[in-house]
């Protein structure tokens, strides 16, 4: 499988903070996406990206912004954390020809 | 818009019985669908997907799924399970972007 590292694993933080979470891999792939987990909710899309410095923003966008200024690194961001963004993040990756998504092992985020 | 639905939140399976989770999607095209499962505190895995051909398609593990454009289903299905599919399940759906829709998975019991 590709090696997507999620950092931190787990991350609690208050109202109002700012958030980063970082994503990385190894395997070159060019397309990246942030989804948040919730009960009730599945995987819901934040933001994705089709190349260096190439973002959209996915279903669930509203709070988070991205930044990728080199392939291996997706960065997330909330820049004022909400109660309701209290989530576990995950990350996936996918290969320019493939159809396959491969995913991290997620960052369980709490703001209190 | 895309989406998918889950009816089953969650479903107990003795070990050695067969096993059915349903999903239905909505889509304004032809639809690629996935299926991914995920065991506890883990990212998710691709099963099996669907794009184009046979509408029975084989996956890893044993499992094997069955679109049916007619009433928009794409059910995954298992013969015999095992106590280590107790897991998440996930059907998922999308276009050749791979911007997925997830449903809010079928969590899987599987008793001795």
């Known amino acids: 499988d590709a090696g997507i590292t999620q950092s931190p694993r787990h991350k609690v933080t208050e109202t109002g903070t700012p958030v980063t979470l970082r994503c990385h891999q190894t395997?070159?792939?060019?397309?990246m996406y942030w989804y948040r987990q919730d009960p009730g909710h599945g995987l819901r899309l934040i933001h994705y990206?089709?190349?260096?410095?190439?973002?959209d923003k996915g279903e669930v966008s509203d709070g988070y912004s991205v930044s990728r200024s080199k392939t291996e690194d997706f960065l997330l961001t909330l820049e004022s954390a909400t109660s309701s963004q209290t989530s576990v993040y995950f990350c996936a990756t996918r290969g320019e020809i493939s159809e396959k998504l491969f995913f991290g092992s997620g960052t369980q985020l709490s703001v209190l | 818009a895309q989406s998918v639905t889950q009816p089953d939140i969650h479903i107990t399976v003795s070990e050695g019985a067969s096993l059915e989770l349903r999903c239905n999607y909505s889509?304004?095209?032809?639809?690629?669908l996935f299926w991914y499962v995920q065991s506890p505190g883990q990212g998710l895995q691709l099963l099996l997907k669907y794009f184009s051909g046979d509408t029975l398609v084989q996956g890893i593990k044993g499992f094997e799924a069955e679109f049916k454009r007619s009433q928009s289903s794409f059910n995954l299905r298992k013969p015999s399970v095992h106590w280590s599919d107790a897991a998440e399940y996930f059907c998922?759906?999308?276009?050749?972007?791979?911007?997925?829709?997830f449903g809010a998975g079928t969590t899987v019991t599987v008793r001795a």
């Open positions: 395997e070159n792939h060019r397309y």
């Open positions: 990206s089709y190349g260096v410095k190439d973002t």
């Open positions: 998922a759906v999308g276009s050749n972007d791979y911007k997925l829709s």
């Open positions: 889509y304004g095209a032809t639809p690629y």
